[in-house]
T-cell receptor, first 114, second 116 residues
Framework: ELKVEQNPLFLSMQEGKNYTIYCNYS?????LYWYRQDPGKSLESLFV?????AVKQEGRLMASLDTKARLSTLHITAAVHDLSATYFC??????????????FGQGTILTVHP | EAGVTQFPSHSVIEKGQTVTLRCDPI?????LYWYRRVMGKEIKFLLH????????ESGMPNNRFLAERTGGTYSTLKVQPAELEDSGVYFC??????????????FGSGTRLTVV
């Protein structure tokens, strides 16, 4: 059974600082997604990572995927208050009847304060 | 384009009552997924439709949950009778056929269900 673990689960950051959220998963997959959720809102797609070594950047966020280590990272550069949200990684089950089914990490609650 | 729409956004019902949640996917999206997040836990898969057919319902908790997708358009998720442990946020997501894993999955804003 595919398991996805994120850490940390809670992250309190000062504005201007850098930090990384880690996402480990237990079985082979080469499809990994990062989502952001603001309270009461939908999950907003941030990054779609489709191959080993994939790196994508958008503003102050950069995501990478290492399929050999079964690890993805979401790096935050010079955090600002607007980045406060819950961040989820999710991995696709490949093959069989569960293809396309996402398995989520627990979510990381990020709070950026002055 | 319009996103994935879910309603109601909130529902408070008593234990033993019936509740029906609705999801309208993005037009043309054949794949429709239901997920649930129980308080403090991770978001968990419930089931997957391809058009009107159930592709995978391995995540449905028990037979009190019934999902349908009429004509391959909108979907409903009925809980009957509701129990306290059914409380949580129910998310719906959709994707185009064969495109979800490449372009991602679009989620609705969820229905927060509270069973009292």
């Amino acid at each position: 059974e595919l398991k996805v673990e994120q850490n940390p689960l809670f992250l309190s950051m000062q504005e201007g600082k850098n930090y990384t959220i880690y996402c480990n998963y237990s079985t082979t997959s080469d499809r990994l997604y990062w989502y952001r959720q603001d309270p009461g809102k939908s999950l907003e797609s941030l990054f779609v990572l489709l191959s080993n070594g994939a790196v994508k950047q958008e503003g102050r966020l950069m995501a990478s995927l290492d399929t050999k280590a079964r690890l993805s990272t979401l790096h935050i550069t010079a955090a600002v208050h607007d980045l406060s949200a819950t961040y989820f990684c999710a991995v696709v089950n490949a093959g069989g009847t569960s293809y396309g089914k996402l398995t989520f990490g627990q979510g990381t609650i990020l709070t950026v304060h002055p | 384009e319009a996103g994935v729409t879910q309603f109601p956004s909130h529902s408070v019902i008593e234990k033993g009552q019936t509740v029906t949640l609705r999801c309208d996917p993005i037009s043309g999206h054949d794949n429709l997924y239901w997920y649930r997040r129980v308080m403090g836990k991770e978001i968990k898969f419930l089931l997957h439709f391809v058009k009107e057919s159930k592709q995978d319902e391995s995540g449905m908790p028990n037979n009190r949950f019934l999902a349908e997708r009429t004509g391959g358009t909108y979907s409903t998720l009925k809980v009957q009778p509701a129990e306290l442990e059914d409380s949580g946020v129910y998310f719906c997501a959709s994707s185009q056929a064969g495109q979800g894993d490449r372009y991602g999955y679009t989620f609705g804003s969820g229905t927060r269900l509270t069973v009292v």
